[in-house]
């Protein structure tokens, strides 16, 4: 659905922020893509929408150069950046005025998911708090019914109930025809939803893996002092009363997958998390 091969990009006076970047994004799922403060999240997500321009390299959405923005293309694709602006328009404005650049537009579908997250109607957008802001964008990008929803953040700002019901409604809406990528350093509000997770560490992707292939390789066990018998540890952290562990999977162990631990681990122990899943 969408390709990157050979990307490299880097801002004016800059040295490079990717470089020969390559990333398949297939159809149907809810990718994570997590990384440190300026790993590149925000500016990956643009990449892909055409808004920035890479200095080498290919990016495609279904065959088509995403840096020509074409029309077929552009009413497909949604973005929801970290900051946004709305106009002062009631919200029935907006959605006259903006619906009609996607024609898979479902005012149906729209009106279930304000009324789910509790929007305020009849008030000027720009006069929302940032929470019901971003729900709204969040119900309208939905409703869009674009093939392809890249999210930056979109659970900063959210109370913990919309949180779930964030939740709630990606997994309810998430189908074999549409696609979300969304970028979080909020990785507790998104774990059971997002598969497959992706990692950016030094302008490359080093880690892309279905939560079934983690699972298969790996366990996640709390202890008090050290390691079970027969426990092989990759990474370890301290925690309260005891030590987090990332082992090698063990049927004695089964446990969630826990995307903190796994991602420290992955920047601590690339090299040795990369053998394990090849093993």
Not at 125 to 148: D, E, P, R, W
Not at 253 to 265: G, T
Request: with cysteine.
């Amino acid at each position: 659905m969408l390709t990157i091969k050979n990307l490299d990009f880097a801002y004016p006076k800059s040295s490079l922020l990717f470089d020969k970047l390559d990333l398949d994004i297939a159809k149907g799922s809810i990718y994570g893509l997590l990384g440190k403060n300026g790993a590149g999240k925000s500016t990956l997500l643009k990449l892909m929408c055409g808004l920035l321009y890479t200095q080498k390299g290919e990016l495609e959405i279904n065959g088509q150069d995403v840096f020509k923005r074409t029309p077929d293309m552009l009413q497909d694709i949604y973005l929801i950046p970290e900051e946004f602006y709305l106009p002062e328009f009631t919200l029935e404005a907006y959605v006259s005025n903006l619906a009609p650049f996607y024609p898979k537009f479902d005012h149906e579908l729209f009106k279930e998911l304000i009324t789910e997250f509790e929007v305020t109607r009849g008030k000027n957008l720009s006069k929302l708090s940032h929470g019901q802001k971003k729900k709204f964008i969040v119900a309208f990008s939905i409703a869009t019914n674009c093939s392809i929803v890249f999210m930056d953040e979109p659970t900063n700002g959210l109370d913990i109930p919309s949180k779930s019901k964030f939740r709630k409604i990606i997994a309810s809406t998430a189908n074999d025809d549409r696609t979300f990528v969304i970028s979080t350093h909020q990785v507790r509000d998104l774990e059971n939803l997002i598969d497959p997770l992706v990692i950016i560490e030094n302008g490359k992707i080093v880690f892309n893996e279905s939560i079934a292939n983690i699972e298969a390789k790996f366990s996640f066990i709390k202890v008090h002092n050290k390691a079970p018998e027969g426990v092989n540890v990759i990474y370890s952290e301290p925690i309260f009363g005891g030590n987090y562990l990332l082992a090698e999977h063990n049927d004695a162990y089964e446990s969630p997958v826990d995307f903190e631990l796994l991602f420290n681990a992955v920047l601590a122990k690339q090299n040795d998390i990369v053998k394990h899943l090849k093993n």
